[in-house]
């Protein structure tokens, strides 16, 4: 991608310039916080059926972006359409979360799964494409559409505790007494998400986030096979045809693995969770490379003064290296749209750079 006069501030961040002005946006930004997700949600069925409404997931995608004028606006999807995708029974519960048919070592693998996926006249994720082409033709040239997946290992996780999991003891036993058998899992989906992702840049994403939000519950040993290996393969093969979309990943919970999994997976820029200490992140991760993050979204929920503290200590920590503003974790439900105001208003008069 070349950078010209026409270029938005999260691209040029990614691609490793440092900007004046921090662009900003923010994990979970569209959702349950806002009245107006609220609203469409409401007058939907299933959750998986919003993400495969073209035109209700690209308004959705669009209302944070014209609520609080952010700097990216990031798909109205969810990172378990590819088990649905590939044939796994998944649905969204209130209150509950997901629930899938959970697999097992016993019975592995989905069935003609990757047949599925591949066979476009049947395939969900066409309604996926659908939004990101609406979304493309109808944002700002300056606002950066992001594309998304979940690393495999993550996904994987839905797909054998069968739901959000405390300790992951399911897959953790799989993973480390049936190597070989996880190995064909983890293969299938790596596949699925290369297939994915570059379905989505071929609609119109013009960057993509690796969402490997379960990554702090692996071994080293673990972390190495299951979410460094499976990332490289994604970067190699996204970068073969798509080699200027930038790829950020996001492997939350990996604190001093950190720098192993820029050097190892080759991704473009790195997603700090909140338990990443600032003054470690600014002396262990090289200066050119490109940061977002990693504000607790709790401060949200808080005063605005306490705000005010954390925002300026995550900006001026960053503040000589190329940087997008973001939270550590998604948006809590729990958030007031004016926190979130005043949050964009406190990095955007941040201009000391
Ligand atoms: O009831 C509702 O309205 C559903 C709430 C909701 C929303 C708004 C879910 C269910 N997913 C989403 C959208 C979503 N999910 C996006 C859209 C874009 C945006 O950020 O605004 C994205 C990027 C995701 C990604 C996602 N889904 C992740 C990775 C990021 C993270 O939060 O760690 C994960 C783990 C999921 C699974 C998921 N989807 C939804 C729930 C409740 C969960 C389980 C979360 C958990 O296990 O804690």
Known sequence: MKIDANTGLVLRNLLGEQTSSVPIWLMRQAGRYLPEYRKIRRSTGSFLDLCYSPKLAAEITLQPVRRFGFDAAILFSDILVIPDALGQRVSFEEGLGPILDPLTPQEPI??????????????????????????????????????????????????????????????????????????????????????????????????????????????????????????????????????????????????????????????????????VPLNWASTEISKSFPVQGNLDPIYLLGGSESLHVHVNR????????????????????????KSVERLVEIVRNYEQR
């Not at 503040?319 to 503003?325: A, G, I, L, W």
């Not at 939270?327 to 007031?336: I, Q, S």
């Open 110 to 275: 989905l069935p003609d799964a990757m047949d599925r996926l591949k066979n476009s006249s049947q395939n969900k994720l066409e309604a996926v494409y659908e939004t990101i082409k609406r979304v493309a033709a109808s944002k700002k040239n300056d606002c950066a559409l992001i594309g998304f997946a979940g690393g495999p290992w993550t996904v994987a996780t839905y797909m054998v505790e069968g739901r959000s999991s405390r300790d992951f003891q399911n897959i953790r036993r799989w993973a480390t007494s049936h190597a070989t058998s996880f190995e064909v899992l983890v293969d299938i989906l790596t596949d699925a998400t290369i297939t994915h992702l570059d379905a989505q840049i071929d609609a119109g994403v013009e960057v993509l986030q690796l969402f490997e939000s379960h990554a702090g519950v692996l071994d080293c040993f673990g972390f190495n096979q299951w979410v460094i290996k499976p990332t490289r393969r994604i970067v190699e093969q996204i970068k073969r045809k798509n080699p200027h979309i930038p790829i950020i990943g996001f492997p939350r919970g990996a604190g001093a693995q950190i720098p192993y999994y820029i050097s190892e997976t080759k991704v473009d820029a790195v997603s700090l969770d909140q338990s």
């Open 314 to 337: 995550v900006l001026s920590a960053f503040s000589d290296r190329p940087f997008v503003f973001n939270l550590g974790h998604g948006v809590n439900k729990e958030t007031d749209p």
